[in-house]
Structure formats: structure tokens, C-alpha cells
């Protein structure tokens, strides 16, 4: 039983590292639309496709190095495909894809950190954590935005590109507070062991 809660412990520790990336990525991509707007967002979109096409084999290739038994609770095979097939739909329909870019990253942000809520739910009921709540609240502010990005209530006020670049620019710093929040939170719950 122990060894299951120790493993369940790194892979979530290895999945927030892998996160990181993402959400430095996205920063750059907020302060570059700031400057660039629609000129970008075509470029981004197709960049994007690559991006998400490189992601999704390489998860699939990690699926595939896992052992069998690490198989039956992995969702790399499942992210791997979702991720191939949004970066070829990226590639061949950028411009339409430029034009839903808010529905998108809005989506993204709602199921990222609806994710992060359940993750800190876990935490609240495995009570060796007592951080719950930081990223209980953080990630409700992440979901919040996320709506806000789709619901655009500054339309005639603010361009659509300003937004999704401010929204997404406090999302990400939010999500990296989150992270290194989760970080610390697990490295105290290993320090007391």
C-alpha cells in the first residue's frame, strides 16, 4: 500500500515539472500577442500544431517504454493521440482555428485547473497535505478566467488578442505559483516523514 501512495506521489511530482513548460511557453505567447495581435495567431496556431504534434508522440512513445503493469493507470496513450490529432488539425486549419483561439485557450484553462481542484480535493481527503486549499482557491481563480476568456465581456473596450494575452499571461503566473505551491507541499510532507 505504501509503495502504491510513493508511486502515485512521483508521477504526480514528474507531471507538474512537465507543466512548467507549458505554461512558460504560453507567457511568451501572451507578451508576443501584446505586441503582434492577428499577425500572430495564424503563425501561433500552426506553430502550435507542431508543438502539440511533437507532445502527443512523444507521449506515445513514453506509453509504449512503460511496463505493463504501469500501462493500466497511465493516460499517455489516450493525451498522446488527443494531442497528435489536435496538432494535425492545427496544421491544416490554422486560420479556422486562429478564429476559435478564445474558445479554445478558455476550454484549456477551465479543464486544466478543473483538473488542479480535484487534485487539491485529493489532497484535503489524504490528509498528510495541508496546502489543499492554496490550490483549491488558485485553481478556482484559474476556472473563473478560464469562463472569462469565453465569455469576453470587454468586447467593444479591449481586443479580443489583449484579452486572451492578459487572461493567459495571470493564468500561467498563477499556474506556476501553483505548481511550485504543490512542490513545496510534497517536499514538507517528505521532510516530516
Do not use: H
Amino acid at each position: 500500500m505504501m509503495l502504491r501512495v510513493e508511486e502515485k506521489n512521483e508521477k504526480m511530482k514528474k507531471s507538474i515539472w512537465l507543466s512548467f513548460l507549458p505554461s512558460f511557453l504560453l507567457i511568451v505567447f501572451a507578451f508576443i500577442l501584446l505586441y503582434k495581435e492577428d499577425d500572430f495567431l495564424e503563425t501561433f496556431v500552426l506553430i502550435l500544431g507542431y508543438f502539440l504534434m511533437i507532445f502527443g508522440s512523444l507521449r506515445l512513445v513514453f506509453y509504449f517504454r512503460l511496463k505493463e503493469e504501469q500501462r493500466r493507470e497511465n493516460n499517455d496513450i489516450l493525451e498522446g493521440i488527443i494531442f497528435f490529432f489536435f496538432g494535425l488539425i492545427a496544421i491544416l486549419k490554422n486560420s479556422v482555428l486562429a478564429g476559435m483561439l478564445a474558445y479554445l485557450l478558455g476550454a484549456y484553462y477551465i479543464v486544466k485547473n478543473a483538473y488542479r481542484l480535484q487534485i487539491s480535493l485529493d489532497f484535503k481527503f489524504n490528509s498528510q497535505y495541508s496546502f489543499w486549499y492554496y490550490v483549491a482557491i488558485i485553481s478556482g481563480v484559474g476556472v473563473l478566467l478560464g469562463a472569462f476568456i469565453i465569455l469576453n465581456p470587454f468586447e467593444e473596450i479591449i481586443s479580443i488578442s489583449k484579452m486572451i494575452a492578459y487572461c493567459t499571461f495571470i493564468i500561467e503566473c498563477i499556474s506556476i505559483f501553483q505548481n511550485i505551491t504543490i512542490l513545496i507541499g510534497m517536499a514538507k510532507k517528505n521532510e516530516s516523514k
